[in-house]
């Protein structure tokens, strides 16, 4: 069985290793000239950081995939507690943690009396997280009679999906603050508070349940690592090469063609931005998707360490439901926003040479279907002076080199209008309306990556790819024990 993938993203790696495993061929295209996709690095002078995903969640999913791939030493976890700071503005500057008396004890210093609700947030959430990621995160849907199911519409009732993420976390905390505390993680996945259904309020839950992570090394050593696995196991990784289209006879496929040639297989699977990727489809008529936010980041370097206590920190700026307002209704960038830094390099002293050190700042910013490169490089000047003095007033001094990401960027290197986390986590964009790791209408067309269900962030991508193993093992299965009984003569 030769399988060929299309895109050397975190979801094409991953299912590579299992079509290995598995005794396939494989062959994987990638345009770019390096593996991992929103896993890369930003390198200069001696120094590096991550340039997408910093924050890692649910570690178990990460390891449990790991060791089924035989790579489970491959990587090393380091826990974060507290989570982060949050620093409100003219307001308290409050810990998040996993540790729950610590988080009690936390709340009841800011915001007396509600502790209380945090305790049942805790006690009704473990229960939801546990029946949520049975039923939606750990199977496809290309059938959507697998998601209708009496008992996944009894759960969707439970998670209350026809609420959002913040009106959820008001069932829970009086105060606007926690609310955005308890809220803000949908972001994670490009989704305003707001608009985000409840059900992914497990995200914002899975953090204290689970903790938060970091990677020894920065999260995009994870692809490297799995790059080299899938090399020496005897799969071949064409880099600087690009599918052009997938060529296709009725509903089914039989390769690729690149510009160097046609290169032929059994089954074709799409790695990448699914909007995009389908492209690689012939001509039908495609559905209209909306992108998850964007992000502008600022990548800098210091000759100095910076006065960050924490990885991470969030600053609130003028507030978020005013931030959110801004991008995800008006289209516009916010006055005073909140924003997101990360400095590995407090517990890691790998990133850059000895007394240097590495930011990474990050403002949600809309999509590139919204603003202009000139824009976004306009609001940058306007906000950054802001946004440094919040972190260190004497950063600046202390900067030897900077530089920056826009959604513009972003949507040239192949993300979906530049949104920085596939499609946006809308209720009409999850679960069964999502597109499926089957791709529909196609007998031997699969997709996978942040996407496609069961969604974006990496150990979710990385759980996709698993699911999609069990799916082409079913069919692999079913393949042979046709083609037996056609041999035997049985009916």
């Not at 929103?38 to 002078?45: A, K, M, T, V």
């Not at 800011?110 to 959430?125: A, I, L, N, T």
């Not at 949104?419 to 007998?443: D, H, M, N, Y």
Request: aromatic share 10%; net charge negative; proline share 5%.
């Amino acid at each position: 069985m030769k399988t060929i993938i299309c895109g050397a993203g975190l979801g094409g790696l991953v299912t590579a290793l299992y079509e290995l495993k598995a005794g396939n061929d494989v062959e994987v295209f990638e345009k770019d000239s390096r593996t991992g996709g929103r896993l890369r690095y930003r390198e200069r002078d001696g120094h590096r950081i991550d340039e997408g995903p910093t924050i890692v969640l649910l570690p178990d999913m990460i390891k449990d995939i790991l060791s089924e791939l035989h790579l489970e030493k491959e990587i090393q976890l380091v826990r974060i507690d507290p989570l982060y700071p949050m620093h409100f503005k003219n307001g308290p500057s409050f810990l998040k943690w996993s540790d729950s008396f610590k988080q009690e004890q936390e709340i009841e210093r800011h915001f007396p009396g509600e502790s209380g609700g945090y305790k049942k947030y805790v006690r009704e959430m473990n229960d939801s997280f546990l029946q949520g990621k049975q039923s939606f995160l750990d199977h496809s849907f290309a059938d959507p009679k697998n998601f209708w199911t009496a008992g996944n519409v009894k759960t969707l009732l439970k998670l209350r999906a026809y609420q959002s993420v913040r009106k959820q976390s008001a069932r829970y905390f009086r105060s606007t603050q926690l609310q955005e505390a308890f809220s803000l993680q949908s972001l994670y996945i490009g989704g305003s508070p707001s608009a985000t259904p409840a059900m992914y309020s497990l995200v914002s839950y899975s953090e204290h349940a689970h903790g938060i992570w970091y990677v020894y090394g920065g999260y995009a050593s994870l692809a490297e690592k799995l790059e080299t696995a899938v090399r020496e196991r005897g799969g071949t990784v064409h880099l600087n090469e690009g599918v052009e289209k997938v060529l296709t006879k009725e509903h089914s496929a039989y390769g690729v063609e690149t510009e160097t040639g046609a290169y032929y297989g059994d089954r074709v699977i799409l790695n990448g931005d699914f909007p995009g990727a389908e492209k690689l489809l012939p001509e039908k008529k495609k559905r209209s998707y909306t992108p998850s936010s964007g992000c502008l980041l600022f990548y800098i370097g210091l000759n100095e360490k910076p006065a960050c206590s924490y990885v991470h920190q969030f600053y609130m700026g003028g507030g978020l439901d005013s931030h959110m307002n801004a991008m995800f209704k008006n289209d516009t960038f916010a006055d005073d926003p909140s924003f997101y830094v990360f400095h590995p390099g407090l517990i890691d002293d790998s990133l850059a040479p000895e007394g240097r050190f590495t930011l990474y700042v990050l403002v949600p910013v809309p999509d590139a279907s919204k603003k202009t490169k000139d824009e976004y490089e306009e609001y940058a000047d306007k906000i950054r002076e802001n946004i440094y003095m919040q972190i260190d007033p004497d950063l600046k001094r202390k900067i030897i080199w900077e530089e920056q990401k826009t959604p513009f960027e972003a949507e040239q290197e192949g993300l979906f209008e530049g949104g920085s986390f596939g499609i946006a986590p809308t209720l009409l964009q999850s679960g069964v309306f999502r597109p499926q790791l089957k791709a529909a209408g196609w007998e031997n067309v699969y997709a996978v990556g942040a996407s496609v269900h069961p969604g974006g962030g990496v150990p979710i991508v990385m759980n996709g790819a698993k699911i999609l193993n069990d799916i082409l093992r079913r069919e692999d299965n079913d393949a042979v024990a046709v083609k037996k009984d056609r041999t035997t003569g049985k009916i």
